[in-house]
């Protein structure tokens, strides 16, 4: 067979390789119910992008930050370029790598070998064009491993995603603790204020015998609790904007950082009664799973393979001579060809148990899947069902602060005009600051509250 005729068969041989022992996918059933049972009040679209969905400007740059900065992030976004590359390796596996080589050899034989008595030099040069060990790949074994790099890559892509999304909720999440810590460190400064003065009127009380001595041990009581809350609090604070700074990836001025807790930091979104469950399938992270059994699937196709007969090829054309100056002379051309085939006999089972192995896999990949969907269920109806709950306990919060101040002033009247005990005083004094506190932190509760929704919903990265 003729260099040129062998040629002209490659094509027959690689069409022959369409034959693909990869088990068709097919997406398993979602194992959660077809919907949500509650709903929630909003903003109608759950496919929003963080930058309509926060509303503060200066959570807004400190996101942008933290999209650029965070190590997280960039150590995510560069596993990508890593599977990127390997994907880019493994496909170019079924092609044949061509390369040109040029060689010269030079012996001599000695004259009592060379069988004229005489000592002999013998050159050879020569040059040529071809591949080497090109995998025919009639079964598709190079094929399913190059489609299980993609699947791994896109899983990558979507873990990127998921990433990125979860960033932005805890950034956000530091960033609303900070102001509700610093609201919390506010309330206990003018609670301590308050309460010295308080005790100072009871030191000049008791010092004109007005004043009994438990009554001005317990205001001493209240002040020093007030300054334990107080240290407490910017100590927390401090802690505060250490973690929003690591998730930022840098110190953040105090420009960017809130002063108090607002209530609309971000916007409300909605589920409405009877929104299907499917739009899970669509998270980041469930995406990634489903790449990750569609690459097992791949394996599979890859391990069965094995049990097949492997046709390799080596060919190349080119010139040879033995002078270097007749290299490109008539006459000089040279080619090869070597096709090789390998077929499995006995490998003590190594090829059953690869097989058995990518099927084991595919199974934990199938019910990692599912997991993924039934994690996600899970997460937003525990948002739904804390927000389902989330204004009415604000509005009793809030209805019970204010009743409780007003208790307050009318107990400190009461104590100032005579009619009651500074006891008395002292305990709606400390009814209020309780109140307040869990106003504060109830009203985190429901902020934190929407941007979990938004996460668990799969939320948007933007541009």
């Known amino acids: 067979m003729s260099f040129p005729r062998a040629l002209l068969i490659l094509p027959v041989l690689l069409l022959a390789g369409c034959v693909n022992l990869a088990p068709s996918y097919e997406q398993p059933l979602a194992p959660v119910p077809g919907q949500w049972s509650s709903a929630s009040n909003g903003q109608a ?26 190590r997280d ?13 390997q994907y880019r390796i493994q496909r170019a596996e079924l092609t044949p ?38 995998e025919l790949d009639l079964f598709s074994r190079v094929r399913n491993l190059s489609d299980a790099a993609l699947q791994d890559y896109l899983a990558l892509t979507q873990t990127q995603r998921s990433t990125q999304i979860s960033l932005v909720a805890e950034v956000a999440n530091a960033w609303l603790t900070v102001a509700a810590d610093r609201g919390l460190l ?73 002063k108090a807790l607002a209530d609309d930091t971000a916007q409300l979104l909605s589920i409405p009664s009877g929104l299907s469950s499917s739009l899970l399938l669509q998270r980041p992270d469930v995406l990634a799973a489903e790449h990750s059994l569609k690459a097992a699937k791949a394996d599979i196709g890859a391990a069965r393979a094995a049990f097949f007969p492997s046709i390799s090829l080596t060919a190349g054309a080119g010139t040879s001579s033995t002078e270097l100056s007749a290299l490109f002379k008539a006459g000089s051309g040279a080619w090869s060809f070597a096709p090789s085939i390998t077929l499995p006999i006995f490998n003590a089972g190594s090829n059953r148990a690869n097989l058995d192995a990518a099927k084991t896999e595919n199974a934990i990949q199938i019910a990692t899947y599912e997991k ?61 600051y309780t109140a307040r506190q869990n106003l504060i932190s109830l009203q985190l509760t429901e902020q934190s509250n929407r941007i979990t929704l938004y996460k668990v919903l799969g939320g948007g990265i933007g541009d």
């Open 97 to 134: 790598s061509v390369n040109v080589s040029g060689s010269g050899t030079h012996s001599r034989t000695p004259a009592s070998l060379s069988g004229s008595d005489v000592a002999t030099t013998s050159h050879q040069y020569s040059v040529e064009l071809g591949f080497s060990s090109y």
């Open 186 to 258: 506010q309330l206990a400064e003018e609670t301590l204020s308050s309460q010295q003065a308080s005790y100072q009127l009871q030191q000049r009380s008791h010092d004109l015998g007005n004043t009994s001595g438990l009554a001005l041990a317990q205001a001493q009581t209240t002040v020093e609790s007030a300054r334990v809350d107080v240290a407490r609090f910017r100590s927390q604070v401090q802690l505060d904007i250490n973690a929003l700074n690591l998730l930022a990836g840098e110190s953040l001025p105090e420009a960017l950082l809130p």
């Open 372 to 432: 993924s969907i039934q994690t996600a269920f899970q997460e937003v109806a525990d948002a739904l069902a804390v927000r389902n709950t989330l204004e009415e306990r604000l509005n009793a919060q809030q209805a019970l602060t204010a009743a409780t101040a007003k208790s307050y002033t009318l107990a400190d009247a009461l104590y100032r005009n005579g009619a009651s005990s500074y006891l008395d005083a002292l305990d709606s004094q400390r009814e209020l």
């Open 73 to 85: 992030l960039r150590v995510a976004a560069l596993n990508v370029d890593k599977a990127q590359a």
């Open 45 to 70: 679209s759950a496919d929003i992008n963080w930058q309509q969905f926060f509303l503060d400007p200066q959570l807004k740059a400190v996101i942008e930050r933290a999209l650029v900065n965070n």
